[in-house]
């Protein structure tokens, strides 16, 4: 009998580890994996690349579904148009607080003072910054099959929130079209349970690549970029996002924080928002008390205008470009970039590498040398990381907000300290 419980016990093992605490195991695998192996964990990226193909294959048909679902189970237009504005109002502000954190450090730390960098292709432009109008213009599907085939984000939300209010506004005969939303919906969700097992294994796959391709020869040159973003992230995160929390939630911010752990992960590692939405819908409604209602609403609109991570970055990343090259900014130039990052943020896609083109935006827009993001590009990876993960941290900081403000917040989940101790009273609402 004693052997059996041994061997049952051995097998529990791996199964009974929380998720986080399986993402964290293979994080630091994959780094000594990539440290010993140097250029040959090229070898390990499918493993990472199977789980990013994975989690991709969730994003537009979870978003549609959770969105549709999310304004048809609200049966309250105004109550929709409500929650919308607060989302809004709480991102684009964030993303604005964001940016001029990361323009603070910028100054402070000066890490491209010293570098004298010459422009040696003054030709050198980026892409023109596009108008409000024309954001604006875009953001309307002229064919939905087509961007939901191509994956346009901000279209498939336009379209799913014109399709959830018209199902809504059409009473009963629109309940069977509801119900089939409903029902792909939870498929989704149940997809989204079997896929995240998978990360771990992905995790070790993709750090191992990254710490073989980069090791400390990329970082050691741009290790005061590093440093200041990777200050400002965790600023933005544990002062002022548990700021908002404790100030206009009223609400425990260290259960925020444990909250965001798994996605902060997921998000840390992939460098996706819309990759890592599976992973933070799950959160925001299992360990944050988020109804399904708020969470598939706010959560898929927040990753696709909810930048603050890479505001934060650009802001850095700027200041670096125009201390390396000898430019002195003026303090409108300062003020047109905490504009441009702001609106440019709306229509950006929450994927790897989005960053670049956002900041070659704010290069152009500010006059800065578009070649300076050739020096940029080489971290890119490394910096992506630290912003995604605060970009998901604001998604979840907004959802809890909102769903408070609307006494959506299930207080017994939000307030458990574990799941072997008896939750505390909810907290008195807004």
């Known amino acids: 009998m004693q052997p059996t419980v041994k061997n049952e016990s051995r097998s529990g093992f791996w199964s009974d580890l929380a998720l986080w605490k399986k993402i964290l195991i293979g994080m630091v695998l994959g780094v000594a994996a990539g440290a010993i192996m140097g250029p040959d964990a090229e070898l390990l990226k499918p493993i990472g690349t199977l789980f990013i193909n994975a989690?991709?294959?969730?994003?537009?048909?979870?978003?549609?579904?959770?969105?549709?679902?999310?304004?048809?189970?609200?049966?309250?237009?105004?109550?929709?148009?409500?929650?919308?504005?607060?989302?809004?109002?709480?991102?684009?502000?964030?993303?604005?607080?964001?940016?001029?954190?990361?323009?603070?450090?910028?100054?402070?730390?000066?890490?491209?003072?010293?570098?004298?960098?010459?422009?040696?292709?003054?030709?050198?432009?980026?892409?023109?910054?596009?108008?409000?109008?024309?954001?604006?213009?875009?953001?309307?599907?002229?064919?939905?099959?087509?961007?939901?085939?191509?994956?346009?984000?901000?279209?498939?939300?336009?379209?799913?929130?014109?399709?959830?209010?018209?199902?809504?506004?059409?009473?009963?005969k629109a309940e069977p079209a509801i119900r089939l939303f409903?029902?792909?919906?939870?498929?989704?969700?149940?997809?989204?349970?079997?896929?995240?097992?998978?990360?771990?294994?992905?995790?070790?796959?993709?750090?191992?690549?990254?710490?073989?391709?980069?090791?400390?020869?990329?970082?050691?040159?741009?290790?005061?970029?590093?440093?200041?973003?990777?200050?400002?992230?965790?600023?933005?995160?544990?002062?002022?996002?548990?700021?908002?929390?404790?100030?206009?939630?009223?609400?425990?911010?260290?259960?925020?924080?444990?909250?965001?752990?798994?996605?902060?992960?997921?998000?840390?590692?992939?460098?996706?928002?819309?990759?890592?939405?599976?992973?933070?819908?799950?959160?925001s409604q299992e360990e944050m008390g988020v109804s399904k209602s708020i969470s598939s609403f706010v959560l898929p609109l927040g990753a696709t205008i909810n930048m603050d991570g890479t505001a934060l970055y650009q802001g850095v990343c700027a200041l670096f470009i125009a201390q390396a090259f000898g430019i002195d900014l003026a303090f409108s130039d300062y003020l047109l970039i905490i504009m441009t990052s702001t609106l440019a943020s709306v229509g950006t896609a929450g994927v790897p590498g989005a960053g670049l083109i956002m900041l070659s935006l704010v290069l152009t827009t500010v006059g800065l040398p578009i070649e300076g993001l050739a020096i940029v590009a080489g971290i890119d990876r490394i910096l992506d990381m630290a912003r995604t993960s605060v970009n998901v941290c604001g998604d979840l900081m907004v959802s809890i907000l909102v769903a408070k403000s609307e006494n959506e917040l299930d207080g017994s989940i939000y307030n458990q300290t574990s799941s072997h101790t008896k939750p505390e009273a909810a907290p008195v609402t807004i």
């Not at 890490?111 to 596009?130: F, H, Q, R, W």
């Not at 206009?248 to 902060?264: C, E, F, S, T, W």
Request: with cysteine; charged share 10%.
């Open 55 to 172: 989690i991709k294959m969730l994003i537009v048909p979870l978003v549609f579904c959770s969105l549709v679902v999310g304004v048809t189970s609200m049966q309250d237009t105004r109550k929709m148009g409500r929650i919308g504005i607060k989302a809004i109002i709480l991102y684009l502000g964030t993303t604005a607080i964001a940016i001029s954190i990361g323009l603070g450090l910028g100054t402070v730390l000066t890490p491209g003072e010293g570098l004298n960098m010459v422009i040696t292709d003054s030709s050198a432009v980026g892409k023109e910054a596009p108008t409000l109008v024309q954001t604006l213009l875009n953001m309307i599907p002229k064919n939905p099959v087509s961007a939901l085939a191509a994956g346009n984000i901000l279209q498939i939300i336009v379209f799913a929130l014109g399709l959830g209010i018209s199902l809504t506004l059409c009473g009963e």
């Open 182 to 283: 409903e029902s792909l919906a939870e498929g989704m969700y149940k997809l989204t349970g079997l896929v995240m097992k998978l990360a771990p294994y992905g995790v070790f796959g993709l750090m191992a690549w990254v710490a073989g391709k980069y090791g400390m020869d990329i970082l050691l040159p741009l290790i005061k970029v590093i440093v200041a973003v990777y200050i400002g992230c965790l600023i933005h995160v544990l002062v002022f996002y548990t700021g908002l929390i404790s100030t206009l939630g009223r609400l425990n911010p260290v259960r925020y924080l444990k909250g965001l752990l798994n996605p902060a992960v997921v998000a840390f590692t992939t460098t996706s928002s819309s990759g890592t939405l599976p992973a933070t819908i799950k959160a």
